[in-house]
């Protein structure tokens, strides 16, 4: 089946330590990001994605970082910069980076900072 | 500042009934507007958008009205379902360069359909 596979659903982790979470698609879609969502909150963009080796920061980059260095690979890192890191992350996909927007979400991976 | 405004964090409806949810912005340069439907721990979910050149589009129970001059968009679903109990997103498009373009959510707005 054709999708966004993020993992690991859940993930706790201790202040200060760095985290990466993954974000595999196997839809052949040029564009990915990542957002953030928090209780009450709409999505945050924090990385973009419209090309393998190259990414653009979204709205709150700060403490994060990317790589895509494969088409369907767009992992992101928590550093320990994240001032509050505790959070729902969602990855997603696009087949075309025009004006319509249709993304394709994972299912999400929750980060709890210890 | 909030660009993508849901100003009702939640909405009861009786099933069978109308579900209208509401959307403001504050950018008038914005390209298109989407809605996503997402359920608890899971990833928002496509349902339907319109163009801004557009006043209103329809996908079966699902229709969606764009007021330019007033910044407003909703979302209505005739007849309301259980399983269209929710959180709905609205989402608007811009061009950000370099042939990107960008969404902005809004903060969502729960929908409960009373069986």
């Known amino acids: 089946d054709g999708g966004i596979t993020q993992s690991p659903k859940y993930l706790f982790r201790k202040e200060g330590q760095n985290v990466t979470l993954s974000c595999e698609q196997n839809l052949n879609h040029d564009a990915m990001y990542w957002y953030r969502q928090d209780p009450g909150q709409g999505l945050r963009l924090i990385y973009y994605s419209q090309i393998v080796n190259d990414f653009q920061k979204g709205d709150i980059a700060e403490g994060y970082s990317v790589s895509r260095e494969k088409k369907e690979s767009f992992p992101l890192t928590v550093t320990s910069a994240q001032k509050n890191p505790t959070a729902f992350y969602l990855c997603?996909?696009?087949?075309?980076?025009?004006?319509?927007?249709?993304?394709?979400f994972g299912e999400g991976s929750r980060l709890t900072v210890l | 500042d909030q660009q993508v405004k849901q100003n009702s964090p939640s909405l009861s409806v009786q099933e069978g009934r109308i579900s209208i949810l509401n959307c403001d912005y504050t950018?008038?340069?914005?390209?298109?507007f989407l809605w996503y439907k997402k359920y608890p721990a899971e990833g928002p979910t496509f349902l339907i958008s319109i163009s801004s050149i557009k006043d209103k589009n329809e996908d079966g129970r699902f229709t969606v009205f764009l007021n330019k001059s007033a910044k407003h968009l909703s979302l209505h679903i005739v007849p309301s379902q259980p399983g269209d109990s929710a959180v709905y997103f609205c989402?608007?498009?811009?061009?950000?360069?370099?042939?990107?373009?960008?969404?902005?959510f809004g903060k969502g707005t729960k929908l409960s359909v009373i069986p």
């Open positions: 997603a996909s696009s087949p075309r980076p025009g004006p319509t927007g249709e993304l394709f």
């Open positions: 950018n008038s340069m914005f390209d298109y």
């Open positions: 989402a608007a498009s811009l061009y950000s360069g370099a042939g990107s373009y960008q969404l902005t």
